[in-house]
């Protein structure tokens, strides 16, 4: 820790946090502010978001921000970047603290820079977003709290206003959601799962195929179609804890999958095409348009991969393992 003391400011601070994928994604109805209460079990992909902050000396608020991501995907680098949110969100927590006259680093206005470095296609469905703000918010806290100090509970419990994902990303590795996905426990798990990660150029918005699915289920209450739902998550754990992705690929299930194909109906399409290629099984990937495709191992994700991009345009796959780690500190000087 090259220039950093226990309790002295840091310059700056780098920290990492990881997409995911929704092994199981049960939703319930609407509540009254929109969102819709799941029953998840999320695990984290080692698709790496890295996110840098450095204080900038006699300047006060964010400085800028920077993106750059191993996919070439345009990211926003003003105040609608999610990773921006969460720095705000810790000065807003810091704030707090200095009015209750917690003694701090660092005034909550110093001057940060934010650079990011992408490693999650922005795709939609594995939460590259949220992940970019789960590592910026354990990176920020430093500037105010020796890490012994950070207070996490209050971070954890803050951050889902950022994002429903957000805090899993904080988490990591695997875990039960329910509330909106931020009330976590954490589940134990056996093995390493190989995936591939199919993208579409096409985006779809989350909003929308949630109440695509309301609509789905009004039709199913009126008779008008059948109610399809996922199960509890109960096989799905018990798959996870004997490390079979064979096992694991029978449980896999989402809610929003019907909704985000008829809203995309070119999704048919790419899951048709895993299983043609011999994946275990295909799924899309939260509210998509990502199709997670899950392999028996490492060399049959590589030729599932070969296959599928062989066979369809306009898609881009990736090869993940999961599970992966929550937002942790990796640098600090
Ligand atoms: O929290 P996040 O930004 O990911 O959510 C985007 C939108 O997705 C919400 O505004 C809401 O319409 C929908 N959503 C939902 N129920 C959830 C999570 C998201 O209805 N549990």
């Known amino acids: 820790m090259p220039g950093a003391s226990q309790h002295g400011a840091p310059v700056t601070v780098t920290a990492e946090a990881y997409g995911k994928v929704n092994l199981l994604l049960g939703v319930g109805d609407a509540r009254t502010d929109g969102y819709h209460e799941l029953t998840t079990v999320f695990q984290s992909m080692d698709l790496r978001e890295t996110v840098t902050i450095t204080r900038v000396e006699s300047k006060t608020g964010i400085q800028g921000l920077t993106a750059d991501s191993v996919f070439d995907d345009h990211v926003p680098t003003d105040s609608t970047n999610l990773a921006w949110r969460a720095v705000e969100l810790v000065r ?60 996490i509970e209050e971070l954890h419990a803050r951050a889902v206003t950022l994002g429903a994902d957000v805090p899993f990303c904080l988490l990591g590795g695997t875990a039960l959601g329910t509330g909106i996905g931020e009330d976590l426990s954490p589940i134990l798990t056996r093995g390493t799962y190989h995936w591939v990660m199919v993208t579409n150029k096409k985006g779809l918005s989350t909003p929308t195929v949630f109440k695509k699915l309301d609509e789905q289920r009004q039709l199913a209450a009126e008779g008008q179609r059948p109610d399809v739902r996922v199960g509890d998550p109960g096989q799905v754990i018990k798959a996870l804890r004997s490390g079979s992705a064979e096992l694991l690929a029978a449980q896999l299930g989402n809610d929003l999958q019907a909704p985000a194909v008829s809203l995309l109906p070119e999704l048919r399409e790419t899951l048709g095409l895993a299983h043609q290629a011999g994946a275990l099984r295909a799924i899309v990937s939260g509210s998509g348009p990502t199709v997670a495709v899950l392999c028996h191992d490492e060399e049959h994700a590589v030729e599932v991969l070969a296959s599928i991009t062989g066979a369809a345009r306009g898609v881009r796959a990736v090869l993940a393992t999961s599970p992966a780690s929550g937002a942790r500190v990796v640098a600090r000087t």
Request: overall charge negative; cysteine-free.
């Open 92 to 151: 807003e927590v810091a704030r707090e603290h200095a009015a209750q006259g917690a003694q701090l680093r660092n005034s909550p206005d110093v001057g940060l820079r934010i650079d990011i470095r992408k490693g999650v296609p922005m795709a939609g469905g594995m939460a590259g977003g949220s992940a970019d703000a789960a590592a910026a918010i354990v990176a920020v806290a430093e500037f105010f709290w020796p890490s012994e100090f950070v207070p």
